[in-house]
């Protein structure tokens, strides 16, 4: 993992101390759109919840993969589509129940 480029998205960073980091702030969509334009493969992420909604808001994200918890959460900041946000049209592509939930 380390040797992998890393994007980290913050207006508020001033440096990042991960190996292969870079900080990118501004115009953050048109940065984006930049980077996947470029020759390397897929772009993944994960963590933010509020990043994800607003790369799909963008139309930055192309491809979303869940791994969905049997856990009630309820309200918070912790939900991935919020109630009062614009719905955005998904397909799925696949669907497969872990061990788990066998």
């Known amino acids: 993992m380390n040797s992998m480029k890393k994007y980290v998205v913050s207006?508020?960073?001033q440096v990042?101390?991960?190996?292969?980091?870079e900080i990118i702030s501004g115009d953050v969509a048109?940065?984006?759109t930049d980077i996947k334009a470029q020759d390397g493969g897929d772009i993944a992420m994960s963590g933010s919840a509020t990043t994800?909604?607003?790369l799909l808001r963008?139309?930055?994200?192309?491809?979303?993969n869940l791994l969905v918890h049997p856990i009630a959460v309820g309200d918070g900041l912790a939900r991935l589509f919020a109630p009062d946000e614009p719905s955005i049209p998904l397909q799925l592509l696949s669907a497969q129940p872990s061990r788990a939930a066998c």
């Open 30 to 32: 048109q940065k984006l």
């Open 52 to 54: 994800v909604r607003w």
């Open 11 to 13: 207006d508020s960073l």
């Open 16 to 21: 990042a101390e991960w190996q292969n980091s």
């Open 58 to 64: 963008e139309g930055i994200l192309d491809e979303l």
